[in-house]
Antibody, heavy 120, light 107 residues
C-alpha cells in the first residue's frame, strides 16, 4: 500500500524557517517525480514544487523561488521542503504527492498534509 | 504561466441532478487536464486524467471532456457523497496550476 506521511509543520514567526518531511512507503520511491502542493485555509490548491527522480531537476512556483528548496533522499525514501524567510501568506496545509504518468502527469497518491502557520 | 479558470465557483444541486463544471485554460493545453475531488479536511482525490479518462475506482457517473482550452466535468446523477469541492489542474507545463475550485453544495 502506497503511503505518504508528512511531518514538520507547526507555528513559526515571519522570517523564520521550517523543514517539512514526507516519508514514503509501499512503492519504489526513486522511480517517481514527487511534488509539494499547499492549501491556504479556506482557499484552493497551489502546486509548490516538483523534483525529478534523481533530484537533478527541480521546479518552483514563482512565489517561493529563492526561499523554498525541495530535495529528496532516495536511500531514506524521503522528500523534503526547506522553507526559509517564511511569510504570513505561506500559511497552509502542505501535502506531498506522487506524480504518476497516466498519459499525462497526475497525482494519484497524496499524504494527509501538515499545517504550517506563519504568525507572530 | 498557464492560468486555469473554473466556473461556477459554487453550485447548489440536489441528489439525482446532472451537474457540469467548466474549466478554461489561458492557452491551449491539449488534453493535459486532470480533475480532483476534495472533501473537508481530506487530501484531494484524482477523478479524471487526460481530460476524459476515468481513474480506477471512480464511479462511472463522473465523466470529463474537452481539449485545447475548454474542459468540462459532468456528474450524471449526483449522490450524497459527491458534495465536495472540485478542482481542475493542468499538467501541460512543469508546474501544474489548479483552478480556483468549484464547491458543490446540497440544495
Amino acid at each position: 500500500e502506497v503511503q505518504l506521511v508528512e511531518s514538520g509543520g507547526g507555528l513559526v514567526q515571519p522570517g523564520g524557517s521550517l523543514r517539512l518531511s514526507c516519508a514514503a512507503s509501499g512503492f519504489t520511491f526513486s522511480s517517481y517525480w514527487m511534488s509539494w502542493v499547499r492549501q491556504a485555509p479556506g482557499k484552493g490548491l497551489e502546486w509548490v514544487a516538483n523534483i525529478k527522480q534523481d533530484g537533478s531537476e527541480k521546479y518552483y512556483v514563482d512565489s517561493v523561488k529563492g526561499r523554498f528548496t525541495i530535495s529528496r533522499d532516495n536511500a531514506k525514501n524521503s522528500l523534503y521542503l526547506q522553507m526559509n524567510s517564511l511569510r504570513a501568506e505561506d500559511t497552509a496545509v502542505y501535502y506531498c504527492a506522487r506524480a504518476d504518468w497516466l498519459d499525462i502527469v497526475a497525482m494519484v497518491f497524496w499524504g494527509q498534509g501538515t499545517l504550517v502557520t506563519v504568525s507572530s | 504561466d498557464i492560468q486555469m479558470t473554473q466556473s461556477p465557483s459554487s453550485l447548489s444541486a440536489s441528489v439525482g441532478d446532472r451537474v457540469t463544471i467548466t474549466c478554461r485554460a489561458s492557452q491551449s493545453i491539449s488534453t493535459s487536464l486532470n480533475w480532483y475531488q476534495q472533501k473537508p479536511g481530506k487530501a484531494p482525490k484524482l477523478l479524471i486524467y487526460a481530460a476524459s479518462s476515468l481513474q480506477s475506482g471512480v464511479p462511472s457517473r463522473f465523466s470529463g471532456s474537452g481539449s485545447g482550452t475548454d474542459f468540462t466535468l459532468t456528474i450524471s446523477s449526483l449522490q450524497p457523497e459527491d458534495f465536495a469541492t472540485y478542482y481542475c489542474q493542468q499538467s501541460y507545463s512543469t508546474l501544474g496550476t489548479f483552478g480556483q475550485g468549484t464547491k458543490l453544495e446540497i440544495k
